[in-house]
């Protein structure tokens, strides 16, 4: 799966979708959480910080988690002395970061993991009380969105409910859905949610 990341990287910020998406989701978190400088947020996938680098004026400090080596080199190269994201390779699937966050935000990384429930266990753990997280995903699709195909894609987008109910048995209240963006082409129209929940 890295794979598919790592050679991806050099190109990933090029051209309009991506960046497109990553436009809506930040103004669609920015608008609904009063994002402030106390605040430490996870972007967890964050590639190459496409995301992370909106929301790092608005607070104290971003972490951009990833298993993409290639994705962080990019997202390290954006760093400035005016404005910078902790790029850190970590698979919090498999053990703790040991921090605890505010936030915890993501954008088009959910469907890469292939057991949803164990990743927002592990959002959970990494919450501060009264913490948030605001994950956008695929609302559920016909396999058709990834264009150069399917391999490392575990999940053809989200049903909302299964998902509130899978949050509201994890702990999490709050849970809400908010349409960010919609990826247009011929082949279909493919929504795109920022669902948002508290600790
Ligand atoms: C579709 S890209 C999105 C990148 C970025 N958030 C954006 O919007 O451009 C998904 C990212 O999630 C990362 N990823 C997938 N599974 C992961 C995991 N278990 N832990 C951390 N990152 C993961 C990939 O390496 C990739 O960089």
Redesign the pocket.
């Known amino acids: ?2 794979e598919r ?1 790592n050679n991806a990287a050099a190109g ?1 910020d090029k051209g309009d979708m ?1 960046q497109n ?2 436009d809506a989701v930040f103004q669609t978190i920015a608008n609904r959480i009063a994002l402030n400088p106390s605040m430490k947020i996870m972007d ?5 910080g ?2 992370s680098f909106k929301i790092a004026p608005m607070v104290g400090s971003v972490v951009g ?4 080596e290639k ?1 962080l080199e990019q997202l390290e190269a954006k760093n400035s002395d005016e404005l910078s994201v902790e790029a850190l390779y970590h ?3 498999a053990s703790s970061l040991g921090r605890e966050f505010n936030g915890i935000v ?4 959910l469907h ?2 292939a057991d949803t429930a164990h990743l927002f266990r592990e959002f959970y753990a990494h919450l501060k009380k009264g913490g948030f997280i605001a994950i956008a995903d695929l609302e559920e699709e016909d396999g058709s969105f990834h264009t150069h195909g399917n391999e490392g894609v575990h999940h053809f987008g989200f049903n909302r409910e299964a998902l509130r109910k899978l949050l509201e048995n994890i702990g999490f209240t709050s849970v809400r859905f908010h349409e960010a963006y919609r990826v247009v082409r011929e082949s279909g129209t493919y929504p795109i949610f920022v669902l948002m929940a508290n600790k």
Do not use: N, P, Q
């Open positions: 799966m890295s990341f990933w991506r998406i990553a967890f996938g964050a590639g190459t496409l995301l988690v990833d298993l993409s994705m698979d919090i699937l993501s954008s088009m990384a890469h993991v």
